[in-house]
């Protein structure tokens, strides 16, 4: 079920399986580092709500790239409270962009980032089955 729509992200919620399904897209391409931060706000919202464990991100067309003081805010931020409720995995649908890609890998090599469990796919459905083992 849609629980948040903007012009960057829409969030899917699966309460029963305590999954969020994060869709970034393409307009990010022109977001500001406070429109992802605030975003990011948005998304913890749901997850402490619902005490969301898993999370697949899709961020293939994400055009955004985070840069590193942004990383280190999601960190203290985002990752510390949602880790709190019990989020611990993390499948993601990589980007084609290099350097948003990269800038996503740079965010879970942080110290937080390192306590969720997280692997990479090139398409949801791979991400999906995953998430669900």
């Known amino acids: 079920m849609q629980v948040y729509n903007s012009n960057f992200l829409q969030i899917d919620a699966f309460d029963d399986q305590k999954l969020l399904e994060l869709t970034w897209l393409k307009a990010t391409v022109d977001m500001t580092d406070e429109e992802y931060r605030?975003?990011?706000l948005e998304l913890l919202?749901?997850?402490l709500e619902q005490k969301t464990q898993k999370v697949v991100g899709n961020v293939k067309d994400l055009g955004f790239?985070?840069?590193p003081d942004t990383q280190e805010w999601?960190?203290?931020n985002v990752f510390v409270p949602a880790i709190e409720v019990g989020f611990h995995k993390l499948a993601v649908v990589m980007s084609s962009?290099?350097?948003a890609q990269l800038s996503i890998e740079q965010v879970m090599e942080?110290?937080?980032g390192q306590k969720i469990t997280t692997q990479y796919f090139d398409n949801v459905e791979e991400a999906r089955?995953?998430?669900m083992m």
Do not use: D, R, T
Request: without cysteine; glycine residues 0%.
């Open 38 to 40: 605030n975003e990011h």
């Open 45 to 47: 919202k749901f997850m």
């Open 65 to 67: 790239v985070v840069n």
């Open 74 to 76: 999601m960190n203290i």
């Open 97 to 99: 962009e290099f350097l």
């Open 110 to 112: 942080e110290k937080e």
């Open 129 to 131: 089955e995953w998430i």
